[in-house]
């Protein structure tokens, strides 16, 4: 998967882009602007969200034979612990478990200043194509 498959996709809506991609780790940003902000200004949780699930799921994708096995979100949680008005924000996803059927990742999501706004934790499913 590279960023080419964006075209189109929610990752080019909320402009989210994969800045790096190693086995076990995928870094992104996104900004917080008129596309990603709630209609109080501040950073939607739920954009938050889809980041968090963007980067595990480019995590697991480049942990898996794509010609065998596809990857789905099959579960994520969200704490949002602070807000943000501007700027960007970056997601670091690192790998906890990586098994057969399923992935475990934690997302950091942090401002400029390294502060963290969401803490994220994203179970892939790994499924054998058919």
Sequence with gaps: MDQHNAKG?????LGIEITSIEK????????????????????????SVALAET????????LINLET?????????????????DGVVTARART?????TTMVWEVKIVDEQEQLLCISRCTVAVVEKK
Excluded: W
């Design 55 to 62: 980067v595990a799921s480019y995590g697991s994708v480049a």
């Design 9 to 13: 996709t929610l990752l080019e809506a």
């Design 69 to 85: 096995h596809a990857c789905f979100g099959l579960e994520i949680n969200a704490n949002h612990i602070k807000s943000k008005k």
């Design 96 to 100: 906890i478990h990586q098994g057969r």
């Design 24 to 47: 076990g780790e995928v870094v992104a940003t996104m900004p917080v602007d008129e596309r990603t902000r709630q209609p109080f200004g501040f950073l939607h949780g739920g954009a």
